[in-house]
Each structure stands twice: as C-alpha cells, then as structure tokens.
C-alpha cells in the first residue's frame, strides 16, 4: 500500500498552527462512532470550511481533519471512520482503536443514532472500556421522535457515567452545548465516574485475574489492563499479537479462561461477552428511552416502496437511469459553454508540425482546456447527485435490490454505482469505489471500471468505427467490451485473494439531505480529482507532444512494430498512436487526424479501423486512471491491473485481426 | 438388503421431497410428490396416509399433505445429509457432478451422526450443496459452529439434540418474528453478525426477502440491516409469536 498524499498527515498540520496561535490552548477531539449516524455533518457544521481529507498513513482510508477555534481553545477535529465494534476485522476499526489508544485525543465525541441507540450503545461501552474521556452526542433526535422515541438524556448520563448531549446536526441544534460541554470537561467542571461497565459472574472474575496478573508483571501495552483482559477473551488475533511480544504466560492463561467460559455457558466467549455488553446496552436502553407506538411514518412507506418485489427495481432503475442522464446532460450542455468560451482563445487541436516551444503550448493549453472541458462539467453534476442519492439513504436501497445481479462478479449492489459512472469517466468511478466496504471489493470494482467504455473510448469507437467501418461493428464492439467486463470480473474474483464478505448492511431511514453538506461533499471530491487529473493533463500531453516532435516516439514506435504490425497487423504509426492515446484515449482518433487528414479511409482498411479500436479501449487505462488506481490501490495493485488491460487487449487484438481478415 | 430398512429408506425419501418441495411447510399436492418422485398419484396417496399414521404429516384427501414438526425434523436430517454428501463427492472425491445425487441418494441412509458431523467438520461448515440448495442446519444443541468445533472431543451423544425445530430466516415469512437460536460458519461471521446485534437469543423480525435469492432485511434491536442471501441462510432463529415481544 502506498502512501498517497502529505496533506493526509494530521501532525504536520496541527503542530503548523499551534505555532501560530501561541496564546491559543490547544485541544484535540476525535469524533467516533457508527457509521452514517451524522458523524461528518457534525464534522462539517463545526469545522466550516476549515478542514483537510487525506489518508490515514499508510492506509487507503479517508482521514478528515479540522479545525475550530472555540472559547479561547484551538480546537483541532478528526472524524474517525465509522465502525461499529473494535474486534480487528476490518481496517477501519484498526485504525480507530489506535488513534483512540495512542494518539490519546483530549475528548472522543460519541456520536449515537438516537432512533437506533441500543445498538449504538454497544459500541459506546467499549469506547467507555478503552478508559478515555467521553462525551456521548445523541444525534437525529428529531428523526427518532417521528418513530415515537424519546431519550431522557439525564437517565442516560447517569447510567453511563459519562456526559450526553442531544443534537440535530444538520440544524446545527445543540452542536454549542456539546462544544460547551467539551470544555467544561476539559476544564474539569463535569463530574464523571470511572467505567462501571460490569460482566456477569463468570467474565468479570476472568477479566478481574488476568488484569491482576498484568498488573503484577508490570506489562507496558499502551491500552488499559481491563480493556485488554476483556479482548484476550474475546480472543482477539491483534491483541493476542500484542500481548504474546510481552508476555506468553498471559496469552496462555488467557486461553484456558476463555476456555472455561465456554464450557461453563456452552458458547464461544466472544460470544458470551458480546451477547452480555448487548444486554447491558439493552439494560440502559430500556432505563433511559421511551418508546411510544405511532402510525407508520412517510419514510416508512417510501422504505417499502423502494425494497418491494417490483416497485423496488422500478426505482432502482429510475435512481440509476436519473444519475446518469442527470450527468450527461448537464455535463454536456456545461462542456459546450465551457468549450465554446475557451474556444474563444485558443485552438486545441494537437499539433504535430511547427516550433518545439509552440507545440508544448499548445499541447499544455489543450490539456488544460480537455481538462476543464471534459472532465469537471461531468463530475460535479454526478458528485451532486451521488451525494444526494447517497446521504438520503436510498443507495443503500438500490444496493438491496441489486445486490443478486453484482454477485456474478463478486461484488455488492452497491458496486453498481460506481460500474455504471465508469460509463462517464473511470476516473471518478474509482474513487466512488470508497462507497464499497472492503478493499477487495473496491479493487474488484475499479478493476471492472477499468474495461467500462468511458466518454473518450466512445469518441474512438465512434470516431474510427461507426464513421468509417458501420454503426453495427460499433455497436460489436460496445457487447464486446461488456462481455470483456464480465468475464474479467470472474476471472478477478478467483485470482484476487480473500473471500467476498457478505453483505451486512444498515438499511437507515430516509433523510432528506442538507444542501450545504451535498455542497460540501461535491467540493472536497471534485477538488481531489482536479489535482490528480489537471497536471496530468496538462504536463502529458505537452511532454508527449513534445517527445514526438524531437523524434523519441518513432524509434520506439518501429520496436514495437512486430506488436502491432505483425501481431495486430495495423500500420506503423500505430504504435506512437497508441503512446499517446496512454494520457488521453481520444488522442488516438485527434492525431490520426492530425498526421492523415480527415479522410482516413485512404490510409486504413475496415479491419484496421475495427482492431484499432478494440484495442485503444482496452489496452490501458488512461494515465488519470493509472494515478487514481495508485492513490486508492498501490502502484503495485495499479500496475497489475494495467497488466492485465494490456494483455487482453493484445490478445483479443490479434485473435480479432484474423477473425476479420476472413470475413473482410 | 431386509425389509424394514427398504421401507424406512422410503419414507425417507419422502420426507426429502416434501421438504425439497416447500421447506417452510406449505402443503404440498399429491400430484407434485408423484410427479417428482414419478410414482403414480394412486401409490403416493397411499404412502401419504401411512405416513399420516406414523404422524409425520398431516394429510387432507385431495389437497396433499403438510410435514408436522417430527416429520420436518426427520427430513432436515435426512435432506442435509444428502446435500453434505453431495458437497462431499463433489469437491473432495472430485466425482462428477450428474452423478451425485444418485450416489448421494444411497449413502444418506446409512449416515451416522458422528459421520455427519465429522463431514461437516471437514468440509469446513458449508451452506449449500453443489445445486446451490441451502444445506439444513444440524439438530446438535449447539449454538454455532465455533461451539461444534470448541467441543469436539465430545460425542454426538454426549451433546444431545435439539427439541425445537430451527428455522433459517430466508424461509421465514416477511414480518414474521423469531429468536436467533444457532448461527453457522466460522468465527468471522458470527463475529461481524455480533457486532450488529444478531446475538444468540435476540429478537429478530424479517421485514423484506428480495426475489431472486437477494437479501434479507431484519429488524433487530432497533436497526435495520441487510443480509446478504449467504449470510442470511446462516441465521437460524426459533419461531416466535406475534405477541411474544
């Protein structure tokens, strides 16, 4: 894995401002919690615009960092990945745990879905477990009261013993209380009470001996003694690693524990423990809510509307079919405006012939100009609208009902989404692959993005075959792509290691989602993209444009020709064609054009068109692809899904050119 | 081969298509055992009725029969020793697959428990037979297979049985209730179930069964989630009433 950007490091960002603002106190808060009980509204209401989206170190999960300045304090805010449990199963939850334990963050906010609070309270114990300063935030309460839920907030800070706070954050309601509330804690003004989180009988005279038996050796691990019991008997993998560095008598005593309960209760003890953190969380649940039965709400009856046998797929499709033409259409008519207006000062078609310095200008200006023109009037309508389809909760529906048809090739429902944006540019199609849970999925589905006939292939395919071959070989080629991503996805699903987990997915009730968080949201995602995609457009078509003019991509063009003349039977030329179509696909159709004229019949026969084609859509993923695959998967993953587009192509290449050179 | 064990082996294989043909006990018709079976209606009423004394199912002339929970019982058993069996011949014997079900069909009578469980064991708890049919859970009185493979010095005896019949929450019916009574596969999956709150003795209800063997949705402990068809098969819950909770 690799580490992407700089700016996704925290550290280096707050110790910049704690010089600044010297007479500031400084403070840490780490917000955590389930995911998608409005964590990163809470996140975007108190850190404004003020905020940084990174990468953990080393992982390829987002870290969203900000900043408020609040009642003498400065504050800095991380919003934790949304998780629901600290076993090491998954990425998230790893990272999490560490923050939490080592960082040592002044204030963890405990952000709970009120509608759903047993649940989340059983992630609030183990927070309480991990022994560091809580603030439990009662979030959505207004959506809770419309399922006829009432939290007492006092019952519930006296059975936790830890501050609560009720809000609606997308109102920005109660956010100044919790702030209040936050300093106050640090201030030393709330009283609090140590965890009071008790087991039954047989766990707690467990958990009691070995934290003892810790104690006594003295063991440096950097979380709490009880909390560490607790996951030795849980028997956690990560922790079982930690401990057995330090200590194998510890591991091995824990061992014959977790043994004896299970044969005192006849479960595994993970499952003992589990189900008895549930109970109190059902305990305190039971104490501190009341629930009052009410008709079915609205959102109830849109819910069932959108999972029903056949209304489901109905709206499913609608869903699909509306993001798309959405973001076509408004892409388009934004893309003409903006070519027109740039039209206006300068010409962008490539240019082979004239002054070294004038054809790096103009390679970089119509990089810039492909750039503004084709890639941001598409992306912004679709980040609109993925975000509003994706916080009101009905891409959790979609991804119910489509779930079955995904798994042909491994993956979720939810893997629609990004597959069908593939269509538009596989660019941001990769990176709403974070949408998706675990990193083979995401790998899978970037995988299948990569073949997806996106805006720039089509121009090739137009271009080249439906103009001067027939619309039918295009259309061929458009079931042969298809066919190319399902295969493909098969075959991936069999090499790429790890099992496809299941799905386990909150179904949450629809929202309606704020205009200023979908603002939010299409902004730090389209700002990421430009500056993954600009320089490489700008910087590559000029160095590319550049090398052709001093003659560096002929030489290696005649290497390749046993490739592509022998093996693929086109010209020559095709293999500086193909170099460029490497930063841009539609390169290939514009400099064919550029070095023949228009009539390119004269120059290929229909086969040539047709295997020209069919490779220039396959054979790699465009330079901005390549990068987004590296900052989300690797270099070494990118690289190997580069491979793997390469050899298909050349494959279905030369099997095509002889295929054709019979019928033709 | 005597007598008695040729007639038991029979009823056995009754019971395996009555299960096969609805196994959230629907009746099933008269007309669809023979067909099935291609035995003529006149011999399967017969069967029916003999079966209907040994109180295995309930028969009504002319509308078919409906397993009664001993029946069921005893059909689960047999049916997911036969779909074991089949996983079995399939990938560890390699034995193609248009002649497992016959082969299978032989061995499943002369299964012993201890065998059973030892090939489930081995076969690393699998959920469904090569056909993709979702294998019954055992009847052990167990409450996962973490439990199973924890205890495994232990007989089957030694164990015991379930009294309760199991159901899986696909076969459930939507908006039906049940209490979580054995969850299957390994630890991983009882884990993320855990932390979701599908432990072992919770409520949970079923709100919606996508077609075509698609998700589940539950309702437990408040939330909603969904299960994807795998998982789901591996949730098995006790029937409850309406009113229970």
Redesign the interface.
Known sequence: MVETSGKGKGHKYRHRNRGKNRNLKHLTIALAGNANVGKSVIFNELTGSNQIVGNWPGKTIERAEGKLFFNGYDVDIIDLPGI??F?T?SMEEIVSREYIAFEKPDVVINVVDA?????NL?FTMQLIELEVPIIVCINQIDIAKQKGIVIDTDKLQAALGVPVVATVAVRGEGLHELMDTVIDYVENRIETRKNEIRYGFEVEKRVDMLSRLMVSKNLDLKYPYRWIAIKLLE?DPEIIKLVENSSKEVVQKSYEMA?EI?EIH???S??VI??ER?SLA?QI?AGAQVQSEIKISFSERLD?LA?D?VF?YVISAIVIGGLLLWTFVVGNFLSGLLTEAFGFFQPVDPQVSGTLSAIIWNGAVGGLVAGITLIIPFVIPFYIMLSAIENSGIL?RV???M??AM?KIGL??KALIPLILGYGCNVPAIDSTRILETRRERLLAAFAITFAPCAARTIVILGLVAVFVNVWWALALYVIDLLVIFLLGRIALKVVPGES????????SFKLPTLSIIAKQTWVRTKSLIYLVLPIYIFGTAFIQALYVLGILEPISNALAPLTVWWLGLPVIAGVLLIFGAIRKEFILLMLVAFYGTNLALVLTPVQFIVLALVAILYLPCASTIAVLAREFGWKSAGMITAANFITAIVLGGIAFRLLSLIY | MNESSAISKNIEEYLEILYKLSPNGEQVSTSQISENLKISPASVTQMLKKLADMKYVEYSPYKGAILTDTGLKLAKRVTRKHRLLERFLCDVLKIKKNKIHQQACEMEHSLSDDAERALCHLLEQPNKCPGDNVIPECDLKFTSCEECLIQKEEDVEEVGKRNQNLVSIIDLKEQKKGKVSFIRGDHKVIRRLLDMGITIGAIISVMKVAPLCGPVEVAVRGSKLALGHDIASNVFVEAVEDEGC
């Open positions: 629901y449990s076993s199963f509608a759903v609070l047993e649940r059983f028997n043994r299970e006849n479960e595994p993970f499952s589990a189900s549930y059902n649940t069932r999972t046998r489901g959790t991804a119910f009902m779930d079955t798994h979720h429902g987990t299941g799905l386990i997915m909150e179904m949450h």
